[in-house]
């Protein structure tokens, strides 16, 4: 653990206020004619308390920069989620469906609490906990989830929400398998019965 | 400001009512084969165009979305298994392009096995039908057995080739001597009326490279040409009869976009291809004068026999290490129980095999219910991923029952106070007679395979679901029993047509649209002659 405990609550401090920014709708990712009905004000996740989870949770094999990539890539899905979206129709029954509310704004305020816990109670932000000590707080808010990685919006928690946007993701497939898999990667035709290759470098 | 209301009127040779998958059949048909002039009336609008997938399939992936937003006319929605889609291009712009034929056996049911209802037509009458429908639409399949898989001609085009993973899987299933061979898919795999070549994108919910056929394709090429009329937004309400005679003369309908203004169509012929729901619904709610209980309805037959098949399924572990992920959206198919040659007891089915990741996902808790972090996920991954897990399905055989209904229900309207259809499907007594001997010998054959291959039934699973919904409209020889002949004429009117999904007597058990749109295209030769 580095820094001091001031240090940590000027940064806490900081951050804290960064978590209740918002920013305007435009920022959504809404798109096309008449689909600005609904637009909420977009909540923004405090990157810093995100990134602390990440390194919690997901896993070290894929360094510190595949980690950073896996929090960014949900960033990015996070700021692009519309709330209360027309959703693909199930098939054969009737009426149309919508996702839920925004899960954002709850999200931004567990990673809150998270930091106002571990300054409780370690006396130090998310990210100079020891990685040992975030799961332990995390332990008990992910208890309830779905243990099999469901839609991550529908993640109560987003610490989960996280882990269910990588695990579904290409990237933590072929991770697993070890092999340039590359789901719903459009591709042609040639070499389609060909054994998926093996990924440079990785132990067999 | 009040609006004043107004009629735009509608004069065609041909008025087809619906956008689907079997009117694309019928619209092009006849423009091909006739100067007849055709109107095409849709309640719902256009939905996303081919240069809009892209990104709606993205949307899709990420989170769910309906890649064709706004398909649907809201409140126009009945109670029991129907789709939602409303739209240029109807329930086949989420379809995923699976095209087996019914078997030849499917009709004649009655006589081979003493059970159900045999069809007016054989599958020998159908089966140019099904060549030209296989043609419009751009089919790659791979010829199976003759035996199971009978046809004429070869497939347009090469199968879809297969995955590592569907290889492996056939070497397991030709070494338990059950043949498999690919699935025919409305997929191209040559580039096929100017449409693109597969590019296994895995999302054919939505096809980002328009290698999948959606009846949307044809219609562009249509209005292009200036062969059709295309009526969107346009709810049909009630076909009116003739005063002096049982033809159709106009039908009656509203701009869903802007209710006070009404359009009356005005036709030689009407086709309703308003699939499985909507197309008896309409004949129902048109009741009135000399057809008080629906138009078509001497008999009281329009709404009945509503059919589809269930199914059963498993979940197969085997000792070999596949990597699914790529192309998970090709199977393999066997028709050999679909044409199984004398039988004590019936049971007829297909077989549809699929890779599957189920029991080797990630997940959060281990088997001790412990919450697993970072590493540990992958680790316990990793170790579940050594073996492989092969799904598979049989589609089987329902027979249909009088009572198995779709009525008018006065409890659910939409905004005009038109009643809602209510879809209240039931299996003959035939059928749940059969139901255990189904299940146990269904079962019993996917025992037998995975234990060909060293490998186990993880779980088994039912479904009483009547998928690829049809009937309604049956056809058949005798007025009394059925809604339409055998070219689906309605009976009663002499210049009706219901087409595709509605005029099925039974849905056998392989994927229905393909045989809903032979028929359509069998029933456009006959309205053809009527135009010539």
Not at chain 1, 119 to 134: N, V
Not at chain 2, 19 to 32: F, H, K, N, Q, Y
Not at chain 2, 327 to 340: D, E, G, I, K, W
Not at chain 2, 381 to 410: C, F, G, H, N
Request: charged content about 25%; some cysteine.
């Amino acid at each position: 653990m580095s820094g001091g405990v001031a240090g940590s609550r000027r940064a806490f401090l900081k951050r804290s206020a960064a978590v209740v920014a918002t920013a305007s709708a435009g920022a959504c990712g809404r798109r096309g004619e008449g689909e600005g009905e609904g637009a909420t004000a977009q909540v923004v996740l405090p990157g810093e308390t995100l990134r602390a989870v990440g390194k919690a949770v997901l896993p070290g094999e894929l360094g510190a920069d595949g980690t950073e990539r896996a929090v960014a890539a949900f960033e990015r899905w996070a700021a692009d989620l519309e709330p209360v979206a027309e959703l693909r129709h199930s098939y054969l029954v009737p009426g149309v469906r919508y996702s839920g509310p925004d899960p954002r704004p709850g999200w931004a305020a567990q990673l809150q609490g998270l930091e106002t816990e571990c300054m409780k109670r370690h006396g130090t932000s998310l990210a100079e906990a020891e990685i040992g000590q975030r799961r332990e707080m995390l332990a008990g808010r992910v208890q309830e989830a779905r243990g099999d990685f469901g839609p991550p919006a529908e993640a109560g928690h987003v610490a989960v929400a996280l882990m269910a946007h990588f695990y579904r993701s290409a990237v933590a497939r072929d991770l697993c398998y070890r092999r340039a898999i590359g789901q719903e990667q459009c591709r042609g035709l040639a070499g389609a019965g060909d054994e998926p290759a093996a990924l440079a470098g990785a132990a067999a | 400001m009040r609006r004043v209301a107004q009629t735009r009127v509608v004069e065609s040779d041909v008025c087809i009512i619906g956008a689907g998958i079997s009117a694309a059949m019928v619209a092009e048909r006849l423009a091909e084969r006739t100067q007849a002039s055709i109107a095409v009336v849709e309640a719902g609008r256009r939905t996303a165009g081919l240069a809009e997938r892209a990104r709606t399939r993205d949307r899709m992936l990420a989170y769910g979305e309906n890649p064709y937003p706004g398909d649907h006319v809201a409140g126009q929605i009945g109670t029991g298994a129907m789709y939602n889609s409303m739209a240029v291009g109807g329930a086949a712009m989420h379809w995923g392009g699976a095209v087996p034929r019914y078997s030849p056996e499917d009709f004649r049911v009655r006589s081979l096995y003493g059970v159900g209802f045999d069809w007016p037509i054989a599958f020998d009458d159908l089966e140019p039908y099904y060549q030209e429908a296989e043609e419009r639409m751009g089919v790659a399949g791979e010829q199976g057995p003759p035996e199971y898989d009978p046809r004429s001609k070869p497939y347009p085009m090469p199968p879809l080739p297969l995955s590592y993973n569907l290889r492996r899987m056939r070497e397991w299933t030709d070494a338990a001597g059950i043949p498999f061979w690919t699935q025919p898919w409305a997929r191209n795999t040559e580039p096929y009326q100017g449409r693109n070549v597969c590019q296994r994108c895995d999302s054919c919910y939505v096809c980002p490279t328009g290698a999948k056929y959606t009846p949307d394709f044809a219609f562009d090429r249509l209005l292009a040409d200036g062969r059709v009329d295309l009526v969107p937004q346009t709810l049909v309400r009630r076909l009116v009869l003739n005063a002096d005679s049982d033809r159709i003369e106009s039908a009656q309908a509203v701009r869903t976009d802007s209710p006070e203004e009404t359009v009356e169509i005005r036709a030689g012929t009407f086709v309703i291809a308003c699939g499985h729901a909507w197309s008896a619904h309409l004949l129902l709610n048109s009741a009135g004068g000399r057809f008080p209980t629906g138009l078509a309805n001497r008999t009281g037959n329009v709404g009945r026999y509503m059919t589809g098949h269930w199914f059963a399924s498993g979940f197969i572990e085997l000792p070999m290490q596949l990597f699914p992920g790529i192309f998970v959206n090709n199977s393999l198919l066997s028709h050999r129980f679909a044409s199984p040659g004398p039988l004590d007891r019936y049971l007829r089915h297909d077989l549809r095999l699929w890779e599957s990741d189920v029991g080797r996902a990630p997940r959060l808790r281990g088997d001790d219910r412990r919450t697993l972090w970072g590493d540990e996920i992958v680790s316990d991954w990793r170790a579940r991923t050594q073996a492989a897990t092969a799904r598979i399905r049989a589609y089987y055989d329902v027979i249909p029952d009088r009572e198995s209904r779709l009525t008018l229900d006065p409890s659910r309207t939409n905004s005009l106070g038109d009643p809602m259809p209510r879809l209240g499907f039931r299996a003959a007594q035939a059928t749940l007679d059969l139901e255990r001997h189904t299940h146990d010998a269904i079962e019993s054959r996917f025992r037998e395979l995975a234990r060909s291959g060293g490998g186990k039934v993880m779980r088994t699973q039912r479904s009483q679901l009547f998928e690829h919904p049809g009937g309604g409209c049956r056809m058949g020889d005798d007025p009394a029993t059925s809604v339409v002949d055998r070219w689906s004429r309605a009976h009663d009117h002499e210049n009706l047509f219901v087409v595709g999904a509605p005029t099925i007597v039974s849905s056998g058990c392989a994927n229905g649209t393909l045989t809903f749109c032979a028929l359509s295209l069998m029933a456009a030769e006959e309205i053809g002659r009527g135009l010539r």
